[in-house]
């Protein structure tokens, strides 16, 4: 059965909000023979990303950049999992075990979001993963429609890993 990891790191009420519709969305009743794990960043491994078919990251926006705990799990992840890097030790082209496999991305922030979604979008572009659904950039306060659509990012990831 194919497998959604879910890493997150949601320590606030509005992190938290947004990373529970997007496992509720995930575990839609329509969406049958998919596994769902929730990891908080901190605590992801390797062999959770090798295990997964599919990935959803979700991050506050910390002073221009993704959070600390999700920059440690790529920073403890990256190389096991197929990550590359160029000569000059930029991104890579990635060839490794997880390329081309989908992943979402939801991204709170007070003012900008900018420099957390442009960071993340480096690393998962160097393990060569598929961007299955557009970036869920939330400012402010998390409203019903923020919760919504973060729902609908969970569903859809999930949904593209179902058997056919």
Excluded: C
Excluded at 16 to 41: C, F, K, N
Excluded at 123 to 132: E, S, V
């Amino acid at each position: 059965m194919p497998t959604l990891l879910v890493v997150h790191h949601s320590p606030s009420r509005s992190m938290r909000s947004l990373t529970d519709a997007v496992l509720a969305g995930a575990h839609h009743p329509d969406i049958t023979d998919v596994t769902v794990v929730a990891r908080p960043a901190l605590e992801a491994t390797a062999d959770d990303v090798l295990g997964a078919n599919g990935y959803v990251l979700g991050s506050p926006a910390n002073f221009g950049y993704m959070s600390g705990a999700l920059k440690h799990f790529f920073d403890t992840t990256f190389l096991q999992v197929g990550g590359s890097l160029d000569d000059s030790g930029g991104a890579g082209e990635s060839a490794g075990a997880t390329a081309k496999r989908p992943f979402g991305l939801y991204v709170h922030g007070r003012y900008d979001t900018t420099g957390a979604v442009r960071s993340v979008l480096a690393l998962t572009g160097a393990l060569g993963w598929r961007q299955a659904a557009a970036v869920h950039e939330v400012l402010g306060d998390v409203d019903d429609g923020a919760t919504e659509l973060a729902y609908e990012l969970g569903a859809t990831v999930a949904a593209l890993l179902v058997p056919q």
